[in-house]
C-alpha cells in the first residue's frame, strides 16, 4: 500500500487506537463515546452478584443492619462509649452506611486488571470504564442503605428522639464525591500494583477491615483524643476518618464540624486520584504481559 493509499484509508477510520501519551488524563470524551458499555458494566455488578442467591437485593439491607446491631451491642452496651443524645443504632448504621460505599469501591476497583485480563485482552475500550462502573453502580446500593437509614431515622423522630440533621446536610453529596474520588483513586493504585504482586488481594481484603476501626465508624473522633491520645494522631491522618465523622455531622447534627480535617482530607483525596490516575494509565499499556 503506498502513501497516498495509506492515507485515504486512515481517512476511512472512525477510531485510531494508540498507547496513551498523557498520564493524568481521564479521557472524557472517549468514555462519553462509551456511555452505552459504561451503563452495561454498571447493569452486570448491580444484577449479576445477587442473580443466583436466595436472598437477592436483600443483602443490601441486612449487611449494614446486622453490623450496627452488633456494633451497638459491642461498642455502646458492653464498652459504654456515649453517643450523646443520638440513638446508638442510628449512631452506627450513619457511619456503616458511608463506609460500607468507601469499602466496596476499594475492594471492587482494587482487582480490575487481574478479574478482567480475559476481557481487556480481547477487545478494546477505555479501561478506566471499569473502575468507573464500579463506583457508579455502587451508588445504587449505597442509596438503597442510605434509604433504610433514613426510614430509621424518622423511626426515632417518632418515637421521640430529638434529633435533626445539619443546617450543612445539602453538601452531604460532595462527601460522597470524595468517598468515590478517595476509593477510586486507591483502587487503581492497588489494582496496577496487584497485576505484579498477587498478595496484595489478600491484603486489601485483611487491611480494609483493620482500617474501619481507625476510621471512627463506631466511635466519636472525640473520644480517641480524649481516651488515646497518645495514638490519636493514627485517626487524626486518616482521611476517611473525617469523612466519616463529618457525615456524622451532616446527616445527624452531632459532633464538631472540622474545616482543617475536611481541607486535609480533600487534598489527600485529590493526590491519591491523580497519583492512582497517573500509575493505572501506565499500567494499562504493558499489564496484559505480567498479569
Not at 481541607?263 to 491519591?272: D, K, M
Request: include cysteine.
Amino acid at each position: 500500500m503506498n502513501m497516498e493509499e495509506n492515507s485515504t484509508a486512515k481517512e476511512r477510520w472512525l477510531f485510531e487506537i494508540t498507547p496513551k501519551n498523557k498520564l493524568i488524563s481521564l479521557n472524557l470524551k472517549e468514555v462519553w463515546q462509551y456511555k452505552d458499555l459504561l451503563m452495561l458494566f454498571v447493569k452486570r455488578d448491580v444484577i449479576t452478584v445477587y442473580k443466583q442467591t436466595i436472598l437477592g437485593p436483600l443483602w443490601y439491607l441486612i449487611q449494614p443492619l446486622f453490623t450496627s446491631i452488633i456494633f451497638t451491642i459491642i461498642f455502646n452496651n458492653v464498652a459504654g462509649i456515649k453517643t450523646g443524645g443520638i440513638p446508638p443504632f442510628l449512631f452506627n448504621l450513619a457511619g456503616v452506611t458511608s463506609w460500607n460505599y468507601f469499602r466496596e469501591c476499594l475492594t471492587a476497583t482494587s482487582d480490575t486488571f487481574k478479574k478482567n485480563a480475559g476481557l481487556f485482552g480481547k477487545v478494546y475500550f477505555p479501561r478506566i470504564i471499569m473502575p468507573m462502573s464500579i463506583v457508579v453502580s455502587n451508588l445504587l446500593k449505597f442509596g438503597i442503605q442510605l434509604a433504610v437509614f433514613i426510614g430509621f431515622y424518622v423511626f426515632f423522630i417518632f418515637n421521640g428522639n430529638e434529633i435533626s440533621p445539619s443546617p450543612y446536610v445539602f453538601l452531604y453529596p460532595l462527601l460522597i464525591v470524595i468517598m468515590a474520588m478517595f476509593s477510586l483513586g486507591l483502587g487503581m493504585i492497588i489494582s496496577s500494583m496487584v497485576t505484579k504482586y498477587r498478595d496484595l488481594t489478600f491484603l486489601v481484603s485483611f487491611g480494609v477491615q483493620l482500617l474501619m476501626y481507625v476510621s471512627a465508624v463506631m466511635y466519636p473522633m472525640s473520644l480517641v483524643k480524649e481516651k488515646l491520645s497518645t495514638y490519636s494522631w493514627i485517626v487524626d491522618y486518616n482521611p476517611m476518618a473525617h469523612i466519616i465523622e463529618t457525615s456524622r455531622y451532616l446527616l445527624l447534627n452531632d459532633g464538631i464540624l472540622n474545616m482543617n480535617g475536611i481541607i486535609y482530607s480533600v487534598v489527600i483525596t485529590i493526590v491519591i486520584f491523580l497519583t492512582g490516575l497517573i500509575i493505572f494509565n501506565k499500567t494499562e499499556k504493558s499489564f496484559i504481559d505480567t498479569v
